[in-house]
């Protein structure tokens, strides 16, 4: 069982690394110094790497597609979504999302999907951006 990794691990020490330089290969010590070198020519800076077909993102809710039958928050493995009872609508809180795709595989409706937006860091987990409603 230990070993059923190997190779795995074999191939991905021949594979290039996914992650990228981000924004440059070698940084200056100081914010200044780099804008510098950005301005005079001598550090280019990197650009991002594509995002992937089928990335998980934040989530998008179309309210008004929304039935209320609750299959969302039944398979929901990180109890991040909320229903609001007065409206039959659910509230979703990215804070507490592993961003699963599992409320928007069986939403019987697909008013639910994921985006392409990974921008979400935030001090407050109550953010305007951290909840989908
Ligand atoms: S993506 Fe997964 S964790 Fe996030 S709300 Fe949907 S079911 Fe819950
Ligand atoms: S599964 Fe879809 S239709 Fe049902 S409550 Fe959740 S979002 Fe609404």
Do not use: W
Not at 97 to 110: K, R
Request: charged share 25%.
């Amino acid at each position: 069982m230990r070993f059923s990794m190997l190779p795995q691990v074999f191939v991905q020490m021949f594979k290039k690394p996914f992650t990228n330089k981000f924004p440059a290969k070698y940084t200056p010590s100081s914010t200044t110094k780099f804008v510098e070198k950005i301005q005079n020519g001598t550090v280019t800076i990197h650009p991002p790497v594509p995002i992937p077909e089928h990335f998980r993102g934040k989530i998008r809710y179309d309210k008004d597609k929304c039935i209320g039958c609750k299959l969302c928050i039944k398979v929901c493995p990180s109890e991040a979504i909320e229903f609001k009872e007065e409206e039959k609508k659910i509230k979703i809180f990215l804070a507490r999302c592993t961003f699963c795709s599992q409320c928007n595989d069986i939403c019987p409706v697909s008013c639910l999907s994921m985006s392409d937006d990974f921008l979400l860091a935030d001090t407050d987990k109550y953010s305007k951006n951290l909840i989908v409603e």
